[in-house]
């Protein structure tokens, strides 16, 4: 089945340090979503990358997507304490636009 | 970014009693979706609606569940009997270009269910 996994798990650094986040998949996709979800809120997003595309920037985000080893990675540049969160993955598929998330990884940022 | 919102953000109720949650998706949207995320586990796909029809569903959508837009605007899932298993977060989402569903998926506030 389609699944995403994220690692690490929990992923802690200081302010200013950058922030890597992988995320694996099974199947093929059309696009992976990348979230960000504070302690019991909602889901923001943050990116979508499609599978025709290999890198992607937002700001101080970098989103890389290696379809050849269905993987994914997102990079949190200059981290802030606001970067504190749970930040996930997400994958569509050829025949579905449900979204398969993965579990997540929780970045601490200390000021 | 898009903004969908959903009501109550907080809902508490009796094992056995029905809830009904209710999303205000984007407007002119035709592609809607229920997610769960019960806590601490990652968020699962339930449902997804298109243009007033079921298009998908998972395994987690059984007949206790059911989905529909009543008035053209608000979009609603029900559960007709809750369980203590049914406590978690409930997320709608809407994508960002409501005719075509393969893209960025905005997500509600969330409704936190408590069942007691």
């Known amino acids: 089945s389609q699944q995403g996994e994220e690692d690490p798990q929990a992923l802690s650094i200081q302010e200013g340090e950058n922030a890597t986040m992988n995320c694996s998949y099974k199947t093929s996709i059309n696009n992976l979503q990348w979230y960000r979800q504070n302690s019991g809120r909602g889901l923001v997003h943050l990116i979508l990358?499609?599978?025709?595309?290999r890198e992607k920037h937002s700001g101080r985000l970098r989103v890389t997507l290696d379809t050849s080893k269905k993987s994914s990675s997102l990079l949190i540049t200059a981290s802030r304490a606001a970067d504190t969160a749970s930040y996930f993955c997400a994958t569509d598929g050829r025949n579905t636009d449900k979204l398969i998330f993965g579990t997540g990884t929780r970045l601490q940022v200390f000021p | 970014e898009p903004e969908v919102t959903q009501t109550p953000s907080h809902q508490v109720t009796q094992m056995g009693q029905e809830v009904i949650l209710r999303c205000v998706p984007i407007?002119?949207?035709?592609?809607f979706y229920w997610y769960r995320q019960i806590l601490g586990q990652k968020v699962e796909f339930l449902v997804s609606f298109y243009n007033n029809e079921i298009s998908e569903k998972s395994e987690i959508f059984d007949d206790q569940f059911s989905v529909e837009r009543p008035d053209g605007s608000n979009f609603t899932l029900k559960i007709r009997s809750t369980k203590l298993e049914d406590s978690a977060m409930y997320f709608c989402a809407s994508p960002s270009l409501g005719h075509f569903s393969y893209n960025e998926q905005f997500f509600g506030p969330g409704t936190r269910l408590t069942v007691l």
């Open positions: 990358i499609r599978s025709n595309e």
């Open positions: 407007s002119n949207h035709l592609y």
